[in-house]
């Protein structure tokens, strides 16, 4: 899954192994990645939290967790465990 963030030109990606790239689209490069499951369970849903506040990225998987991020500081800040008996298949 694919979610633009508020940068120009970057989007979170969001893979089958259970990271989160950060990708510049423009310059081809990774800004950063972050592992939303240590259990290898794919990243199904992403969304992103913008205007006032932190910029947040929020990640859904298949076993259920939500994880989010600090996008700012490039660091975990929540999770989740058990959010969902099943996978998560989308985030606002």
Request: charged share 15%.
């Amino acid at each position: 899954c694919v979610v633009p963030t508020p940068a120009l030109d970057v989007v979170g990606i969001g893979l089958a192994d259970g990271r989160v790239v950060i990708h510049n689209l423009r310059y081809d490069t990774t800004v950063t990645s972050f592992v939303h499951d240590t259990n290898g369970g794919a990243v199904t849903a992403l969304a992103v939290r913008t205007g006032a506040g932190l910029p947040l990225l929020v990640a859904g998987g298949t076993s259920g967790v939500i994880t989010v991020w600090n996008l700012e500081k490039r660091k975990l800040h929540g999770v989740i465990k058990d959010a969902h008996d099943g996978p998560v298949t989308a985030l606002h």
